[in-house]
C-alpha cells in the first residue's frame, strides 16, 4: 500500500477516529475484512445504479499506476462530461469516482 496518498476513504477514517487512520495506514494486515467487503460490495451497487441513470458514460479503467488513472481521467475530462471512476488528486488526496 502506498503510504503517500490519502484517498477520500481513509480521510474520512482519520475525521472519525485518529487510531483507526494509523491503523489502516501502517497496520493494515489488521484490518476487518467483513466490513471492507461490504463496503466494496456498497460501492459496486452505487456504480452500477450511476451506470444506468447516466448511461453515455464512459468508464476510467483502473490500473496499478495511479498517474495513469489521473492521466486518463484530465484526457478525458474535456472529452466525455460523464465519467466512470474517474481519479482525481488534490493535495496528496487520491480519489477515485
Known sequence: MNNSFISKSSFLKGIQCEK????????????NEEGEDSKF?????????????FPDGLEIKRTPSLKSSLIATQYQLGKNPILYEAAFLFNACYTAV
Do not use: C, F, M, P
Open 20 to 31: 483507526q487512520i494509523y491503523l489502516y495506514k501502517n497496520h493494515y494486515d489488521l484490518r
Open 41 to 53: 460490495a456498497s460501492g459496486i451497487s452505487v456504480g452500477e445504479l450511476a451506470r444506468t441513470l
